[in-house]
């Protein structure tokens, strides 16, 4: 018999962890090839696991919850000989370096049997992140070993000391560590946010003597949600602008295009109005599509438009994008916003689904509430909700003065916007702007592309 | 039953035995290889014997050449025993030996000695006298470092053709000797030759001494002093063959087209090392190794195995132990799960010719290629320095090379009494971004060498105080500040 190693495969671009979720396996287990092993949840999403090969479940080598890097072995194989000939080792070499301690092979397993070596193989040592600091970067050697072990690359950090000397609290700074105190995170263009865990206090809760409680650990999804949440109020000063817009219009074209929509077998919601009417306020506005690079102290403006969407799942808010949404018609964003939002419930959203968002919109509303008052996914400066539609009355005065009451559909929009790149007047015309579009939803057309 | 560890190290030179200790310092289960000496070349047959016998051949030459100059006089010549001077090389050498000996047991590191050979990325079995036995470990360290290039014609039999090894090992008088190769380890041994009283003749294939390893003006002073001494250096001469003469040997030598030969006692053959990487079946494993023989890796130390590192000689170049020893600790944390890399921004070097020469950081020509267009370079003389006057060495100087703009030191250029001492304070400049100012500013104990790394940098900015700067700078703006020629 011979074993091999099941090691994490590559789980999205610029991903190199992930936490272990859930076994799907155990010792024992008998599996075959493609077969999903374990939950892996990665920067925002929970990925399935599959096994290159079958076999049977002989060692399984993390524990849930464990952070598990790219290459790193999760668990043994025993694969009956014959088998462990066909396949070459080889194939289970990954680009990455895996973590040291986590890729040794099972070394009495490995003398008993395999003639080539099964530990994890690359083409000559892997590329390290971050790379190697340049001849010319400035700064101490303790400096730079801060910054290796912080995962700061200070090719990329801009040295505030004498003739550009990168300083400890530039590393600092960079790694958003200092991010209560004045840090100064840096913006990692086109990614998600470029931060690590802000350094803020942790209390522990105390439970009241004999209080019923029941703990469970923080993980996954949730505990990413918590991170990012934090880290997002802690770093942004947050305010948020409310209004009541007349869709009337809106509804009546949008109940129109319903019918021509099924033909395409394609759901018309609003929220592609809305991202439309969005885009097109945001060319007047550019400042709500930027973000702040605090380590280089610049403005980031986006000259694309990545619209992200929160959306609810079993396992917490999840943010797909869509990529280049300025670019999409209402039909192609409807039915990429369909295939997004299932796959989000379903779990099985990729990583690269849920990035680069230039600005987010929520809709709320569409589960309950008049107005809420959202967080903002930084590094975005901007997110905007869009709640309930209410028939409401209004009074109407005719060209004579006389008054009579009307029936209209009003819908609630809040824009939410970083106080450090908006002002509050800007949030009101930026607002105002939207509303004019979207109650006037033909204007909408004059930005089409 | 095989022993098995987290770490297991091979090769106990100075980068296999640093590694070791450190990774028993990280709570790592380790073992060390060894199939020769404990320490290596280097504590064996390279840096710390031939320390000893230049320090021998340099005493020497100061009491013949300064002694009676100081109004110390012998009754008469000295006398030199050369077998007591091998005795005495070689405690030297069994004493740090066996210091590495007590530093492995005392971290509780397993010594194992044998030939390691590597069955597989994780297993390598090690013969001894005593048997064959297996060993299993998590992770692997190849540091089975390097050994002398033999040149077609000239087979080592430490008899007639020495390598180093050999040139280091002779306990009688040779009246002369060939060397072939005019690089740091040829120029060493053959000054120390020379010092005793060996006529040494170079033969060199370059156009110049230590090509490629110093900077030129540094070999100038060193080349006059060859002169000097008696030292006969035939350059861009190409070794063609030898034969046995008498009791010693005649060596044929190509230079411009025509054959000559030289006669000698002996012949060493010091023309470089190259890595061992053909050996411990490291080829058999699947371990990528590069067209020059030296294991690939990457800025870890890792090679295309990730659990298998390659630190020393047998990693890159520069082939020097104190890369190795750096590396050694670096890799050693990264197994224990630190983040390191290899981002030093110089190693500094170290020859032992006389006077010494030493380094840390650019050239002119590596600045240049940095991207540094604008330098400012400036130089102090050991002459103007009164503790090098009173040591009787004033060949030399201090040279720094600056950034114009920022005055940031990119390199320092020494060549002079206790370079290999002075140059340490250059390395840290450099690795910490100093700028002239800042070695200018710090005060140097008077008297000492150390003061000229100081008035070097004064020199660079262009007010040293202890020269006129003429014809080494101009006192305003001129010279001092001009790149240099």
């Known amino acids: ?41 990665t920067d925002k999403a929970t990925v399935e696991v599959p096994s290159p090969f079958a076999g049977v479940v002989k060692e399984i080598s993390k524990k849930e919850g464990d952070v598990v890097e790219v290459g790193a072995t999760m668990l043994v194989l025993e694969t009956d000989a014959s088998a462990g000939a066909s396949a070459p080792a080889a194939t289970a070499a990954k680009p990455e370096a895996p973590k040291p301690a986590a890729v040794a092979a099972q070394p009495a397993a490995m003398a008993a049997s395999a003639p080539a070596p099964a530990a994890a193989r690359t083409s000559g040592g892997a590329e390290l992140y971050p790379p190697v600091a340049d001849a010319r970067v400035l700064a101490t050697p303790a400096t730079r070993r801060l910054a290796r072990e912080s995962g700061v690359d200070l090719n990329q950090v801009r040295g505030t000391g004498v003739a550009g000397r990168v300083t400890r609290d530039d590393v600092m700074g960079s790694l958003g560590a200092g991010a209560v105190s004045a840090g100064t995170p840096s913006y990692a263009g086109g990614g998600a946010s470029a931060l690590q865990a802000p350094s803020i206090s942790r209390p522990g809760y105390q439970s009241p003597a004999g209080a019923l409680d029941e703990r469970v650990p923080l993980k996954g999804i949730r505990k990413k949600i918590a991170e990012n949440m934090q880290m997002a109020k802690h770093i942004v000063p947050h305010f948020t602008l409310m209004d009541e817009a007349n869709v009337t219009a809106l509804v009546a074209m949008r109940s129109e295009l319903k019918s021509v929509g099924e033909k395409h077998g394609v759901k018309i919601t609003y929220l592609p109005f809305v991202m439309k009417a969005l885009i097109a306020t945001i060319r007047e506005f550019p400042m709500f599509n930027a973000s702040i690079d605090d380590a280089a102290q610049e403005i980031v403006y986006k000259k694309y438009f990545n619209l992200g969407f929160a959306a609810d799942t079993p396992n917490g808010l999840l943010v797909p994008v869509i990529k280049n949404a300025d670019q999409k018609t209402i039909i192609q964003l409807s039915r990429e916003i369909g295939d997004l939002a299932k796959r989000a419930r379903d779990g099985k959203l990729a990583l690269d689904e849920m990035k680069g968002a230039t600005v987010t919109v929520t809709n709320i509303g569409s589960v309950g509430g008049q107005y809420a008052t959202p967080i903002i996914n930084h590094p975005e400066v901007a997110i905007m909700g869009m709640y309930k539609i209410q028939e409401k009355p209004v009074i109407k005065r005719d060209a004579s003065g006389a008054m009579s009451l009307d029936a209209i559909q009003t819908m609630n929009f809040t824009i939410t916007a970083d106080h450090r790149l908006i002002d509050g007047a800007v949030a009101a015309n930026f607002l105002k702007a939207f509303i004019t579009r979207i109650e006037n939803p033909g204007v909408l057309m004059l930005d089409m592309i | 039953m095989a022993q098995n560890f987290d770490v297991v190290v091979v090769g106990a030179g100075p980068g296999g035995y640093v590694c ?137 039999d430490e008899k007639n053709v020495l390598s180093s090894t050999g040139g280091l090992a002779l306990d009688e008088k040779i009246e002369s000797a060939v060397v072939i190769g005019g690089g740091y380890i040829g120029l060493e041994i053959g000054s120390m030759l020379s010092n005793f009283g060996t006529k040494v003749t170079v033969v060199e294939a370059n156009k110049g001494l230590l090509v490629g390893l110093a900077d030129a003006e540094c070999v100038q002073v060193v080349a006059r002093k060859l002169k000097k001494n008696g030292v006969d250096v035939m350059l861009e001469a190409k070794a063609k063959g030898w034969k046995k003469s008498g009791k010693g040997v005649e060596v044929t030598v190509e230079v411009a087209g025509k054959e000559q030969t030289l006669k000698a006692d002996k012949v060493l053959v010091t023309v470089g090392r190259k890595p061992n990487s053909d050996q411990a079946n490291l080829k058999g494993i699947g371990l990528a190794i590069d067209e020059k023989g030296f294991v690939k890796v990457n800025a870890e130390r890792r090679t295309n195995f990730a659990n298998i590192f390659a630190i020393g000689d047998i990693a890159c170049q520069p082939m020097l132990a104190h890369k190795a020893s750096h590396e050694g600790v670096m890799v050693a944390e990264i197994i224990a799960g630190k983040k390191r890399a290899y981002e030093v921004k110089t190693v500094p070097s170290v020859i032992f010719v006389d006077p010494e020469i030493a380094a840390a950081g650019m050239t002119e020509e590596e600045a240049k290629a940095a991207g540094y267009t604008d330098l400012k370079i400036g130089k102090f003389p050991f002459a103007a320095n009164g503790r090098a006057v009173s040591l009787m060495e004033t060949d030399g100087f201090v040279k720094i090379i600056a950034d114009a703009k920022t005055h940031i030191v990119l390199g320092v250029h020494i060549v002079g009494p206790e370079a290999s001492n002075l140059i340490s304070e250059a390395a840290l400049a450099v690795e910490m971004g100093a700028r002239l100012e800042d070695l200018a500013l710090t005060i140097h104990p008077h008297p000492t060498l150390g003061e000229t790394m100081m008035e070097a940098a004064e020199a660079t900015l262009g007010h040293a105080i202890h020269i006129i700067q003429k014809p080494l700078g101009g006192a305003r703006a001129g010279a001092a500040q001009r790149p240099h020629a």
């Open chain 1, 1 to 41: 018999m011979a074993t091999k190693n099941v090691q994490l495969p590559e789980l999205g671009e610029g991903v190199t962890e992930g936490e272990l979720v859930k076994w799907l396996v155990k010792v024992g287990d008998k599996i075959s090839p493609d077969q999903p092993v374990a939950e892996m949840m």
């Open chain 2, 20 to 156: 070791a200790i450190r990774s028993a310092q990280m709570g790592l289960k380790t073992a060390i290889v060894e199939r020769e000496y404990m320490g290596g070349v280097c504590l064996n047959v390279g840096c710390i014997p031939s320390k000893a016998l230049i320090t021998a051949g340099h005493f020497l030459h100061k009491m013949e050449h300064n002694a009676p100059e100081m109004g110390l006089t012998l009754p008469g010549k000295v006398k030199v025993d050369m077998k007591q001077l091998q005795t005495w090389k070689k405690s030297v050498c069994d004493r740090m030996a066996g210091g590495v000996e007590q530093l492995l047991k005392g971290n509780t590191v397993t010594i194992l000695r044998g030939e390691a050979s590597f069955k597989s990325a994780t297993e390598i079995t090690v013969k001894s006298k005593t048997g064959t036995e297996s060993v299993t470990a998590k992770n692997f360290v190849i540091a089975t470092g390097s050994r002398p290039i033999e040149i077609p014609g000239f087979a080592f």
